[in-house]
């Protein structure tokens, strides 16, 4: 008779010997031709939710086509372990953020092998473990020698009732209110680290060498934003020395400037005010300061602003132009200031037309017959009331500005990038300590390679106040220069997370390797990662930030390549049974662990192979997946009964049999 089949035993089975005999241990230098597979890392929330399943379930499929295609295929797991949630678990369950994540992890893993797959767990990565963050800090230290990581004031949420800075987290409401006193938040600017992505921003616009989805491409072009224009400076009236830059992409466009913005941030601000203007340049200021950068530059938004009392001075024509404050321009992006060209910017026209500002035509479209224009005219024309450049094309007119401005020494042509410098500055306790301190005689002082890793104080308390616990811990904070052995301080900001995931690929070649972020030998043979699977969510983020410290290693000599993925796709969403997103409050969450102990796990990856299109996503089904146990359950019968009609068990296969299975 056929033994009935039974996933939860039967799998069991085959999922310990597995284990016991290390069959999807990758080895090192296999003379079969390797395949790093490779997909995204999950956060230790605790459960592994059917999202994950979707993620991980098709991709093992893959990685297990590629062994049986003779590939000596590596396929790692590991945990991205540092967040903010570990850290608000400890406020509210009074647990050490370290406790909560090791015992999530232990959850994870074993759900995770339940799984089935082909995790080589030989090769397995916390990077809450000091083992793993001290390559951060390291890491760190030689962006630090290379002038890459630098210490530069930029905003943050404050509570000016605590008296401290928030987690986006914290900031509640529209109101933008403390979640603890309800307090308004403001901006505030404070000295923070940064690592100069911005210098790799013509490297990153660059995809020849890799296989990546077209949306991802395009959603990194745009997020770095390239554009060509021109600098220069406008001088204040009455100011001897005194100026701002701006930058341009329509320099054709220079001689219709009639105003010009200042960001509220900015330091000229509070100088060049006039007394009569003070109170409303305060007000606007404080105002500003309450909204998040998304919010400043909002399109749906209505642009205001606040004339502080100044001019500045057309460079071209000696003119002088009203200086505005408006929140639409901000300090962290460009110069923090702009020209106001209201003929020829939709926004600028806006503005001219709600402060009964000036709007003269210097790009005449074709026909124009002199009349005020309605809207902002974006196109090209004739120059017109440009002086000397009067009849030129605005193609012409954009270069012979441009050769003016340098001529003259006004200006000069230059590519602006929308990207930012990565800051990765966190004022908060999980995450990777920066190895930097501060002595009131040396300065800024870089933590020695030999006392790394700076570790993490196992005994910080943590308190709802909003503050790093490591800023009230005496002991970690105060410290003795190893420059000169006087008293200094700890840098108390910790790593922003995506340190972490940034390189996790390359620890995975070696991850027990102590004296190296990995040993270069297996490197040379893994490297660099052939197959990446995730989210497009990370396309701007992740994606981004793991081709830049590919690119930085490269120049410190680590790698030989400028890419850490050759080839990248992204899986679609599976959704609730009524077809929204899966979330607790729709009641549409599906538990996959209900369906790996009644079904087995076998059940639900060939359900979700079967969903639809892997990039494309779709709704469960709970009839669907009925499906797919019956269709097992006849594999069952017909192997099974095949099996008993020859009279027992297979004969034992060859050792180059076994290497095949």
Not at 62 to 75: E, L
Request: charged share 25%; hydrophobic share 40%.
């Amino acid at each position: 008779m056929v033994q009935r089949y039974d996933p939860v035993s039967i799998e069991a089975k085959w999922q310990a010997r597995w284990e016991a005999d290390g069959l999807h241990h990758a080895r090192d230098f296999d003379p079969a031709p390797k395949w790093y597979f490779l997909t995204m890392y999950p956060y230790p929330s605790g459960d592994l939710h059917i999202g994950h399943w979707y993620a991980m379930a098709p991709s093992d499929a893959a990685a297990r086509f590629k062994r049986m295609q003779g590939y000596n295929v590596m396929f790692p797991i590991g945990f991205d372990a540092f967040g903010l949630p570990a850290e608000n678990a400890a406020i509210q369950h009074k647990i050490h953020p370290y406790r909560w994540t090791m015992d999530n992890i232990a959850r994870m893993r074993a759900q995770l092998r339940s799984m089935g797959a082909m995790w080589d767990w030989q090769r397995e990565v916390v990077t809450c473990d000091p083992d793993y963050y001290r390559w951060n800090q390291w890491f760190f230290l030689k962006m630090y020698e290379k002038g890459l990581a630098y210490r530069a004031l930029a905003p943050v949420d404050w509570c000016p009732k605590d008296n401290t800075t928030l987690a986006r987290e914290q900031v509640v409401g529209e109101e933008r209110v403390c979640e603890r006193c309800g307090t308004p938040v403001i901006k505030k600017n404070l000295e923070q680290w940064f690592l100069r992505i911005t210098a790799y921003a013509d490297e990153l616009l660059d995809f020849s060498s890799v296989e990546w989805p077209e949306r991802v491409r395009v959603l990194q072009e745009n997020w770095i934003g390239k554009s060509v224009g021109v600098e220069f400076e406008l001088k204040i009236a009455g100011y001897a020395g005194v100026g701002f830059r701006v930058f341009t992409t329509r320099p054709d466009t220079v001689y219709g400037m009639t105003f010009a913005v200042l960001a509220p941030e900015h330091p000229l601000v509070d100088r060049l005010a006039t007394p009569d203007r003070k109170a409303q340049v305060e007000a606007y200021k404080f105002k500003a300061a309450r909204e998040s950068d998304i919010e400043r530059m909002s399109t749906e938004k209505e642009r205001d602003g606040v004339f502080i009392g100044a001019y500045a001075l057309n460079p071209m024509n000696q003119e002088k132009v009203p200086i505005f404050i408006a929140d639409y321009v901000l300090l962290t992006y460009g110069t923090g200031a702009i020209q106001g060209v209201p003929a020829h910017d939709a926004r600028d026209f806006d503005f001219a037309k709600k402060y009964r500002l000036p709007i003269p035509v210097v790009i005449a479209p074709p026909s124009w017959d002199g009349a005020p224009p309605r809207e902002a005219y974006l196109g090209e024309g004739t120059m017109v009331n440009s002086g000397p450049f009067d009849g030129m094309s605005s193609a012409m007119g954009w270069h012979a500005i441009a050769d003016s401005m340098e001529q003259h020494r006004l200006g000069e042509r230059k590519a602006n990038y929308r990207l930012h410098d990565w800051l990765i500055s966190r004022q908060r306790y999980w995450g990777t300590p920066i190895p930097i301190l501060y002595c009131p005689h040396c300065g800024t002082v870089p933590v020695p390679e030999t006392d790394l890793p700076v570790r993490l104080p196992m005994d910080a308390e943590f308190l709802p106040t909003g503050e790093s616990p490591l800023k009230q811990h005496e002991g970690f904070r105060k410290v003795a220069c190893p420059n000169c052995g006087g008293e200094a301080e700890r840098e108390t900001d910790t790593m922003d997370t995506f340190i972490d995931s940034s390189w996790y690929q390359y620890r995975y070649v070696s991850p027990h390797e102590p004296d190296r972020p990995f040993d270069p030998a297996p490197g040379a043979y893994w490297l660099p990662v052939d197959q990446y699977t995730g989210g497009v969510e990370h396309a701007v983020m992740h994606l981004l930030y793991t081709r830049f410290w590919t690119k930085v290693m490269r120049d410190l000599g680590l790698v030989t390549f400028g890419e850490p993925m050759t080839r990248l796709f992204n899986q679609g969403v599976i959704l609730g049974e009524d077809g929204e997103k899966m979330s607790k409050s729709r009641g549409n969450v599906v538990n996959p662990d209900d369906y790996v102990t009644t079904m087995g796990a076998d059940v639900v990856r060939a359900y979700l192979m079967f969903i639809g299109p892997w990039d494309g996503g779709g709704p469960w089904n709970s009839r669907g997946i009925e499906g797919a146990q019956r269709f097992l359950q006849r594999v069952w019968m017909v192997v099974a009964g095949r099996a008993a009609s020859k009279g027992g068990a297979s004969p034992a296969p060859s050792p180059n049999g076994t290497r095949d299975l």
